[in-house]
């Protein structure tokens, strides 16, 4: 494939910057990843990724968007101890949402796979993958301190700077991609340049987690992943997934102030009424193979800069940057390997206009995922914000899908589809599923909550 410019430079190694960094190594000569953390060699913990010391789930439709452009990536982390649950048998599983406990008894119509392991270990498999890459070269430890520019129009580089104190270099470019999070500072540059910032649509939901690694030193339970979300009269819950080398990671998560103990033995309390009894003996006689983790997360943001009226050439905004989903959803990483094929497109397409090009592609990305979640956020009377019609209609109808879930098993598997980005919502108002739950509507009515609610608990981004 020809190149289109001679050198991108991508700002931040986590896993939105790397899929970035793999998808520009296909259009540029040379593509430098900028991170400000000193990358291990392997799976570990690093400061500028506090969420991996909590529960992460990658979703089934961002495991197969993954592969994709990491072609046996799924075998290589089975391989190497991740997990692996569903394809034919969701039995395993254990998913209560809005108070409902979904039917995964049946075989699914076609496969489902779901890979469980630590935020460090996935991360660490798509880094290699990019380190393998020849015209892919990672400058770390080093922070990206201002984005250059040439006349009014044209981002032109990047300054960065070594953490350990070093004097500060520009490093040109033909394209600067910021994945640095939601701390990333495009709308800050963009202001100051006079191109104004970006439009933002915020839901404060004030998630605090608790995370516990651990070994079980008895019977495992039964159930591989297990997961109950928030309701509105308990806007909290929890997680106890299975991970690689024989680990286990109990995650706890409060919404808008409920906070959950931050210890092994207060967590274990909090979700003893909401966990199977195997899984409560098996947490007691566990060991905790690390201190317990704390996290907080105060509001979901979307920028609009699709939105736009002026950018400059030369930049482009990815993943996190973008959007920062609460990560008790675990969509982030999947939308961003959805985002990495849509660059894809629109790389293909050349360089002219690229940028509100791939901002308009990777708003569609978004779309569907924000909708989700910020709908589900709202259906908890805690969270603050406007709800409009469109959203109240939404989550009742999700409501009775997850009443009608209990009990039919295809029912379950069109929701279970959805909310791994396999399937767009539009699955869920088939002809075909809506006259299921319709079948037991009356009869579930009179149970149904005023505010329903649809939220799953810790699987992060």
């Known amino acids: 494939?020809?190149?289109?410019?001679?050198?991108?430079?991508?700002?931040?190694?986590?896993?939105?910057?790397?899929?970035?960094?793999?998808?520009?190594?296909?259009?540029?000569?040379?593509?430098?990843?900028?991170?400000?953390?000193?990358?291990?060699?392997?799976?570990?913990?690093?400061?500028?990724?506090?969420?991996?010391?909590?529960?992460?789930?990658?979703?089934?439709?961002?495991?197969?968007?993954?592969?994709?452009?990491?072609?046996?990536?799924?075998?290589?982390?089975?391989?190497?101890?991740?997990?692996?649950?569903?394809?034919?048998?969701?039995?395993?599983?254990?998913?209560?949402?809005?108070?409902?406990?979904?039917?995964?008894?049946?075989?699914?119509?076609?496969?489902?796979?779901?890979?469980?392991?630590?935020?460090?270990?996935?991360?660490?498999?798509?880094?290699?993958?990019?380190r393998a890459i020849d015209n892919v070269d990672i400058l770390d430890g080093h922070d990206a301190v201002e984005l250059l520019m040439t006349g009014t129009r044209r981002v032109t580089g990047v300054l960065v700077a070594g953490r350990d104190g070093g004097t500060g270099k520009a490093i040109a470019a033909d394209l600067i991609v910021d994945a640095m999070g939601r701390a990333g500072r495009t709308p800050a540059f963009l202001e100051s340049a006079g191109f104004g910032r970006p439009a933002e649509s915020r839901v404060e939901v004030k998630v605090a987690y608790s995370s516990q690694l651990l070994r079980l030193t008895g019977d495992a339970p039964r159930d591989r992943l297990i997961l109950v979300g928030a309701v509105p009269e308990r806007p909290y819950g929890g997680s106890l997934f299975a991970y690689e080398d024989d680990t286990w990671m109990l995650t706890t998560a409060g919404m808008n102030g409920h906070e959950p103990p931050s210890d092994l033995a207060g967590m274990i309390g909090f979700v003893e009424d909401l966990f199977p009894v195997d899984a409560i003996a098996a947490l007691r006689g566990a060991q905790p193979v690390e201190p317990v983790a704390t996290f907080r997360y105060p509001a979901s943001v979307r920028r609009r800069y699709e939105r736009m009226t002026r950018f400059p050439d030369g930049l482009l905004v990815f993943g996190d940057a973008i959007c920062s989903f609460n990560p008790v959803y675990g969509q982030g990483m999947s939308v961003a390997a959805l985002e990495a094929l849509a660059l894809r497109d629109c790389l293909s397409r050349g360089a002219d206009d690229l940028g509100p090009r791939f901002l308009r592609a990777a708003a569609g990305c978004v779309d569907t995922a924000w909708q989700m979640a910020s709908g589900a956020d709202l259906a908890l009377p805690q969270i603050p914000g406007h709800r409009p019609v469109s959203v109240r209609v939404s989550n009742w109808y999700t409501q009775h899908v997850l009443a009608a879930?209990?009990?039919?098993?295809?029912?379950?598997?069109?929701?279970?589809?959805?909310?791994?980005?396999?399937?767009?919502?539009?699955?869920?108002?088939?002809?075909?599923?809506?006259?299921?739950?319709?079948?037991?509507?009356?009869?579930?009515?009179?149970?149904?909550?005023?505010?329903?609610?649809?939220?799953?608990v810790a699987a992060g981004t």
């Open 1 to 130: 494939m020809a190149t289109i410019g001679k050198h991108a430079v991508v700002l931040g190694a986590s896993m939105g910057g790397l899929v970035a960094a793999r998808v520009l190594a296909e259009f540029f000569e040379t593509v430098t990843l900028v991170e400000r953390d000193v990358l291990p060699g392997g799976p570990a913990q690093r400061r500028g990724v506090p969420q991996g010391r909590h529960a992460h789930g990658l979703l089934s439709g961002g495991l197969r968007t993954l592969e994709k452009l990491f072609p046996g990536l799924p075998e290589d982390l089975a391989a190497d101890g991740a997990t692996v649950l569903g394809g034919e048998n969701l039995s395993l599983i254990s998913l209560t949402f809005g108070g409902h406990k979904l039917n995964l008894s049946r075989a699914p119509e076609q496969p489902i796979d779901s890979y469980l392991a630590s935020r460090p270990f996935l991360e660490a498999h798509v880094r290699d993958r990019v």
């Open 405 to 456: 879930a209990e009990s039919d098993p295809v029912v379950t598997e069109a929701f279970f589809r959805v909310m791994n980005l396999i399937d767009p919502p539009s699955r869920l108002v088939h002809p075909s599923i809506v006259a299921r739950v319709v079948r037991g509507a009356p009869r579930r009515l009179r149970a149904v909550r005023a505010t329903p609610a649809a939220t799953p």
